[in-house]
């Protein structure tokens, strides 16, 4: 296996580990990840009747998905830009939280990195 390949690899895995991982402890603790939500998303879905339950298992459900699909290395592009934006956005949305949520930034910018790969290959 050539160099590249492995780094493409590797990259995938760490962004789809990230995900999964999320996803599932939404299902198993979504107290634990509401927090990360922003308001104004919340306040929407409430306004549609969701509780937070009910929105985290919806983000959660995505957040397997996109995982999932990144894993597979199939068409890749769209769930690695989906994956940088929802990572970015959690970083510029929980500012404050900087201290816990620097680690998003890098793998914003693994996702990035698949993203840009995707379209060149």
Do not use: C
């Not at 894993?71 to 970083?91: D, E, H, M, R, W």
């Not at 949305?93 to 900087?98: A, E, H, I, K």
């Amino acid at each position: 296996m050539n160099r590249d390949r492995t780094l493409y690899i590797l990259a995938r895995l760490a962004i789809a580990f990230s995900f999964v991982y999320v996803g599932w402890s939404m299902f198993t603790s979504p107290d634990l990840w509401i927090g990360y939500t922003p308001e104004f998303i919340e306040k929407a879905f409430k306004a549609w009747g969701w509780t937070n339950d009910l929105v985290m298992k919806g983000e959660a459900i995505i957040h397997i998905v996109l995982g999932l699909w990144i894993l597979s290395g199939k068409n890749i592009f769209l769930p690695s830009l989906l994956a940088t934006l929802f990572l970015a956005s959690i970083v510029f949305f929980n500012q404050t939280q900087f201290p816990i949520l620097f680690r998003d930034v890098s793998l914003a910018l693994v996702a990035l990195g698949l993203t840009v790969y995707s379209r060149e290959h």
